[in-house]
């Protein structure tokens, strides 16, 4: 599980631009990921933090700029390929069908099983080892659709570790989460990132962020403007150059 | 497998294994073709259907003159229905099921991009025009392709290729197919033409042939099984287009392939048996009651128990009154039903399983 630094997966976004209906989204955005970090994405409503994150999962595609998995441009990475070395957690929403919890976190070995293959003995335990991993063994049989929000999440999230991915992509991972669960997730996260795993997160808990990222960015009129460790940049002038808003400081001690 | 079906009859609701119910509709298919074999006005015994087939095949021996009886009714008669009603049943449902999960919408059917609107209109034009049956066929076959082209141009002229550009560019095209079948109606000779047009498009099942149905079997089962090989991939896309491609899945190639595949065999199903209307919105859903929701076994029971559902209803339109019904007619009837016990879901949580 630990990283070794020669094998390091790395995701870097390098001066990405996008536009939306000639709207500039993001102009000229920088970030990089490495795996045993934490990085937090900050920005207001509307700053275009999912559109970043979906350039560099390569959902969008940037106008200008490039974003680079270990060293090779996404653009020329196989889908597949990029599957086992990037997941994704998108923003919690209502599924359509009722498939249950253990064959949603089957598809996370999509790119190993290809289009017509059938699960192996070893994807069926991958799959029982991040519900295991995750304590959502219970789950496993249940409907996606019947679960809580909170429940939800974790099997989005089981989903994405069963790719067997290093690097995590997660868009607002804490929103729709009730207190207890937000300050578990965040905990899960740590203990992820302490295993290697390399975390990009957006949210809209500055508190948070201070208390688990190891990197803040925050994105500001299309640009990547503030990026270096929480506790140097989670000051009162980020807070207010971001929301316009007075910060009392962080209330939420790291576990 | 009985053993399982009892243990799941024991225990509340009533759940088998996803493979048991594959068993179980397969081998209801099986007693579903050999009774639409037998019933009838001139009666046959079930076994005699096994012991005509294999005499047919030349590894039993009938008697000759029970055999030409059977072959008549059997062969002539009452198979290329029985085919044409389980190759029809299967495509309309499995592109339902296929549709439903690509659109991410479980109340969407085969027709959602206007193929049967454009189908309905080429057939209507073909009578009109007094083309053969085969000419018919042709021209419902082609313009149903044309209106989902037509929609899926007006989708791309504004927004590209997003899901609910196609299914209005859909709707536009299928309302202007049903207004040019509209204008084909009003210019068509009430006397002889417009019946012709109004039964043909009531759907029915008595029109092919053997060699006919035999002919568009092939692509039609072929169509089928390539959309059951995709249900991981649609089980996939139907999470949403971003999930599915960070999962490591081509979404457009595989959306591509599987609506050409399932209009395909949608048109194909109004060439050969006219409008037979509910049965692609509500096989796929009572299955998905019955098995859950992963695709892989949701695409091949659909495609069985939508087989199933057109014998029934076949079954249903040829006795239920002196003359036959078309069976349009009847799964709209049955479809009303159904589609109510399904509604009664909705209140107990639309998605619930």
């Known amino acids: 599980m630990s990283s070794n630094p020669a094998t390091t997966d790395t995701l870097v976004a390098d001066n990405v631009e996008f536009r939306r209906m000639s709207r500039p989204v993001l102009s000229g955005a920088s970030l990089a990921l490495a795996q045993g970090e934490i990085v937090c994405l900050l920005g207001c409503n509307g700053a275009g933090k999912t559109t970043l994150l979906k350039v560099m999962l390569g959902i969008l595609r940037p106008y200008a700029g490039a974003v680079v998995l270990n060293g090779q441009d996404i653009a020329a990475v196989a889908k597949q390929s990029m599957a086992r070395k990037l997941a994704y957690v998108p923003q919690l929403h209502q599924p359509h069908f009722p498939y249950l919890v253990r064959d949603v976190v089957a598809l996370g070995r999509f790119a190993e099983v290809g289009l017509f293959g059938r699960l192996s003995r070893a994807d069926r335990d991958t799959v029982s080892d991040v519900l295991d991993m995750l304590d959502i063994v219970h789950l496993s049989g249940r409907p996606y659709t019947q679960l809580s929000g909170g429940e939800r999440q974790l099997v989005v999230l089981a989903r994405a570790l069963a790719q067997g991915a290093k690097l995590l992509v997660l868009d607002e991972p804490l929103t729709g989460l009730d207190y207890g669960h937000q300050i578990r997730m965040m905990e899960r996260l740590s203990d992820f990132a302490a295993k290697g795993y390399g975390i990009l997160m957006t949210t809209h808990h500055p508190d948070y962020a201070a208390a688990i990222a190891t990197r803040v960015a925050a994105l500001i009129d299309g640009r990547i403007d503030i990026d270096g460790p929480a506790d140097k940049v989670m000051t009162p002038e980020t807070i207010f150059r971001l929301y316009g808003v007075k910060w009392r400081g962080c209330n939420i001690q790291s576990s | ?353």
């Open chain 2, 1 to 353: 497998m009985n053993g399982s079906a009892q243990g799941g009859n024991t225990i509340g609701p009533f759940r088998l294994t996803a493979l048991s119910w594959q068993i179980v509709f397969g081998v209801s298919l099986v007693i579903a073709v050999s009774l639409a074999l037998c019933v009838g006005k001139y009666p046959v015994e079930p076994w005699e259907i096994p012991y005509f087939f294999l005499s047919w095949a030349g590894l039993a021996d009938m008697p000759a003159e029970r055999f030409a009886a059977l072959h008549n009714v059997i062969v002539d008669i009452r198979l290329p229905r029985v085919l044409t009603a389980v190759v029809v049943g299967s495509s309309l449902s499995c592109s339902g099921a296929a549709f439903q999960a690509v659109f991410r919408n479980p109340l969407v059917s085969p027709g959602l991009l206007g193929v049967l609107g454009g189908a309905a209109f080429g057939a209507a034009l073909g009578i009109a025009l007094g083309l053969d049956w085969f000419g018919i066929q042709v021209a419902a076959f082609v313009m149903g392709l044309i209106a989902v082209a037509v929609g899926v141009a007006i989708a791309r002229l504004f927004g590209g290729a997003s899901l609910i550009m196609l299914v209005l560019g859909g709707m536009i095209s299928g309302a202007l197919f049903s207004s040019l079948l509209s204008i084909v109606k009003y210019l068509a000779d009430p006397m002889n033409t417009l019946p012709n047009i109004v039964y043909w498009l009531m759907g029915s099942l008595a029109q092919p042939d053997l060699r006919q149905v035999g002919w568009l079997a092939v692509p039609m089962s072929a169509g089928v099984v390539l959309l059951g090989l995709f249900g991981r991939a649609l089980d996939a896309i139907s999470l949403g287009d971003d999930e599915a491609a960070t999962l490591g899945v081509r979404v457009g190639l595989v959306r591509f392939v599987v609506i050409a595949t399932a209009t395909l065999i949608s048109a194909l199903t109004v060439s050969l048996a006219g409008m037979i209307g509910w049965v692609g919105l509500i096989v796929p859903h009572v299955v998905r009651l019955a098995l859950g929701a992963r695709n892989t076994s949701l695409l091949p029971a659909s495609a069985m128990a939508g087989a199933i559902f057109l014998i029934g209803a076949d079954y249903i339109a040829r006795t239920i009154a002196d003359t036959e019904i078309p069976i349009g007619i009847v799964t709209e009837l049955m479809g009303i039903p159904v589609f109510i016990l399904v509604l009664g879901r909705v209140s107990r949580g639309w998605y619930e399983q």
